[in-house]
């Protein structure tokens, strides 16, 4: 299995298969859900990415096989990438393309199972929404600096740029953080199927649509203020069932007795 790269993309094969090709099991599982890898007459090279995405996205909700994420990351990336340079476009660096990019397909991850392929463009449509959404909260939470915060007195700015050892420590580093993000989601998916049918849909409303607790509200049949206490305990049943798969809970319990 290749390892999930968050490192900024590489441009897509010009036959759109070839960028499969490193996931056979993928390719064949595509395969034998009669999805197709070919162009219809007339149709274009932006049209067939996405219907390939959006299929490939369908098979990952499905069956929630790693490799899966993988192949639909390696195959989505450059277009999300891009996409989000854009609408980063004029924030002068406040926000880096690449953090977006990475929380999207983390809720990608999380909430695959809220994923609607009604057409071919779902999944650019839906991983958009989720950036989008991203950044609004983002910029929603950005201090302002005022002047006064401004350092006094002339100073040499830094440099940014990194040297052999440090760029050599940042990719083991960016190695560490992607194992620790696949085992997490791991446990993440699990606990998520654990809670009811109410947690997991009040979660993706607010979390991946970026619906208000008003609007949430009103697609559960709940007040606002039921709907935050509903969200707030999803949560929390949410992080017990992650600190018990990872054998967190039992440790905090017994140090809270000691104490």
């Known amino acids: 299995m290749q390892p999930l790269s968050l490192a900024l993309p590489t441009p897509i094969c ?29 149709e274009d090279q932006n049209s067939l ?31 999300v ?10 924030s002068k660096g406040v926000l880096d393309a690449r953090e977006v990019m990475q929380d999207a397909y983390i809720n990608v991850y999380k909430y695959a199972n809220s994923f609607r392929s009604d057409h071919d463009g779902s999944f650019r ?14 910029y929603s939470r950005r ?12 100073q040499e700015p830094a ?19 992607r194992r620790a993000w696949v085992l997490l989601m791991s446990h993440y998916q699990e606990a998520f199927a654990k809670l009811s049918s109410r947690d997991q849909t009040a979660m993706v409303l607010v ?33 017990n069932h992650m600190r018990r798969s990872m054998g967190v809970l039992p440790t905090l319990v017994a140090c809270r007795k000691a104490g």
Not at 161 to 177: C, F, H, N, T, Y
Not at 221 to 235: C, D, E, T
Request: a neutral charge; one cysteine or more.
């Open 14 to 42: 010009s036959d759109l298969c070839d960028a499969l090709q490193i996931y056979p099991e993928v390719l064949a599982r595509l395969k034998s859900r009669g999805v197709r890898l070919t162009p219809k007459e007339g």
């Open 49 to 79: 990415e996405n219907h390939i995405a959006s299929q490939l996205m369908a098979l990952f909700r499905d069956d929630r096989d790693a490799e899966s994420f993988e192949a639909l990351h390696a195959f989505t990336q450059r277009a």
């Open 81 to 90: 990438h891009d996409w989000v340079l854009g609408l980063l476009r004029g």
């Open 125 to 138: 449509v839906w991983i958009r929404t989720i950036a989008g959404n991203l950044v609004r909260r983002a």
């Open 143 to 154: 201090p302002t600096r005022r002047f006064e915060d401004m350092p006094e007195g002339f």
């Open 159 to 177: 440099d940014p740029k990194l040297g052999p050892e440090g760029l050599a420590q940042v990719d083991e580093e960016q190695e560490g953080l």
């Open 207 to 239: 979390e991946v649509e970026g619906r208000s607790y008003r609007d949430a509200g009103e697609k559960l049949g709940v007040r606002p203020s039921n709907m935050k206490m509903i969200l707030f305990r999803a949560r929390k049943r949410l992080v």
